[in-house]
Structures are given as structure tokens and as C-alpha cells.
């Protein structure tokens, strides 16, 4: 069983930066592919970036693109999201979700484990 907790969120102004941690226990994390997705207020949850578990393929939504950035550090068991040039839209609770020996990253369905969420608030 693997627990994923995720840390960084909070309130930003529109334009500025935050960077998201997920931080995995109870398995090998380098086993994993894992991702990021986003529930925003009245919308369903969506992907937003995902990381392979070789760590050599990265996907980007294409809202995010260009601006948020994926990586991970096996020997923390930790993934990052870093999110930078923050719009009002990109305000949403985001979810760390782990997948065994996944590759690529944009179907939730193909994930095994999910944090509890940290949100994002963004100004205008």
C-alpha cells in the first residue's frame, strides 16, 4: 500500500509561482509512474501533469504547458509540480496519484493510489 501526501499549496497572486511535493511511503516509489491532476470548483477532476516511472517521459495538459513543469527525486520518494505564471484558473485542489510501472500518465483510471489533495488558490 502506498500513501501519498502532498505539501505546498496555498495562496498565490496571479503571475507568481508555487511549487507542489508529493511525498510517497509503503512502496519503491521508482516502481511508479505518477501524476498530477486537478479538481477545480464545479468541474470534474483533470490531468495536469504526469511523470513516467523511468522518469525519461513527462506529459503537460495543454492549459499548463510552457508554465508547470514535472520532476521527481527517487531517492526522497518525492514528486514535484512546479507551477509558474499562475492564473486565476489554475485555482483547483490538486492530487498527487501514483501508477505501477506507468508510462504514460493521462487517464486516471490507470493510477493505483491518490493523496488527499492541497489546494491552490490563485488572485487576480
Known amino acids: 500500500q502506498v500513501q501519498l501526501v502532498e505539501s505546498g499549496g496555498g495562496l498565490v497572486q496571479g503571475g507568481g509561482s508555487l511549487r507542489l511535493s508529493c511525498a510517497a511511503s509503503?512502496?519503491?516509489?521508482?516502481?511508479?509512474?505518477m501524476g498530477w491532476f486537478r479538481r477545480a470548483p464545479g468541474k470534474e477532476r483533470e490531468f495536469v501533469a504526469s511523470?513516467?516511472?523511468?522518469?525519461?517521459?513527462?506529459e503537460f495538459a495543454n492549459s499548463v504547458k510552457g508554465r508547470f513543469t514535472i520532476s521527481r527525486d527517487n531517492a526522497k520518494s518525492t514528486v514535484y509540480l512546479q507551477m509558474n505564471s499562475l492564473k486565476p484558473e489554475d485555482t483547483a485542489v490538486y492530487y498527487c496519484?501514483?501508477?505501477?510501472?506507468?508510462?504514460?500518465?493521462?487517464?486516471?483510471?490507470?493510477?493505483?493510489?491518490w493523496g488527499q489533495g492541497t489546494q491552490v488558490t490563485v488572485s487576480s
Open positions: 509503503g512502496g519503491t516509489f521508482s516502481y511508479y509512474g
Open positions: 511523470i513516467s516511472w523511468g522518469g525519461a517521459r513527462t
Open positions: 496519484a501514483a501508477g505501477l510501472r506507468l508510462d504514460f500518465g493521462r487517464t486516471e483510471q490507470n493510477y493505483n493510489y
